[in-house]
Nanobody
Framework: VQLQASGGGLVRPGGSLRLSCTASGFKLDYYVIVWFRQVPGKGREGVSCIGSSDGNTNYADSVKGRFTIPRDNGKKTVYLQMNSLKPEDTAVYYC?????????????????????WGQGTLVTVSS
C-alpha cells in the first residue's frame, strides 16, 4: 500500500506545474485526497482537497483561482495542477489519502485521519 507523489521541479514565476499522486495497493476511489505543503520552519498546510464519492473540492485561499485538483480513478491518480505560480508557492508538496474528514466544512485541511502519505516532492518557484 503506497502513495507516490511526483512532478515537482524548478519553474519560473508565472509558470505551471502538474503534480501527481498515484496509489498502489488500494483503490483511490474510496478516499479523500488532500495535497499539503511545507516549507522549512513552518507547519504543514493544506493546499487542496478532493472528495471520494462526491467530487467536492476545497482550496486554501492562497491558491484559489490558480490551482485545481482533478482526479483520474482509472489511473489511480490525483493531480495538482498549479498555474500562475509564485515564489511563495515554493515548498515540499505531499499528498495524503484518508476516509475522513471530507472536503466540505472546516476540517478539510486536517492531517488527522489521513491514512496514507506520499513521500513529498519539491516545488521551487524562482527566476
Amino acid at each position: 500500500v503506497q502513495l507516490q507523489a511526483s512532478g515537482g521541479g524548478l519553474v519560473r514565476p508565472g509558470g505551471s506545474l502538474r503534480l501527481s499522486c498515484t496509489a498502489s495497493g488500494f483503490k483511490l476511489d474510496y478516499y479523500v485526497i488532500v495535497w499539503f505543503r511545507q516549507v522549512p520552519g513552518k507547519g504543514r498546510e493544506g493546499v487542496s482537497c478532493i472528495g471520494s464519492s462526491d467530487g467536492n473540492t476545497n482550496y486554501a485561499d492562497s491558491v484559489k483561482g490558480r490551482f485545481t485538483i482533478p482526479r483520474d480513478n482509472g489511473k489511480k491518480t490525483v493531480y495538482l495542477q498549479m498555474n500562475s505560480l509564485k515564489p511563495e508557492d515554493t515548498a515540499v508538496y505531499y499528498c495524503a489519502a484518508g476516509r475522513a474528514p471530507e472536503c466540505y466544512g472546516g476540517r478539510w485541511d486536517s492531517m488527522i485521519g489521513r491514512d496514507y502519505w506520499g513521500q513529498g516532492t519539491l516545488v521551487t518557484v524562482s527566476s
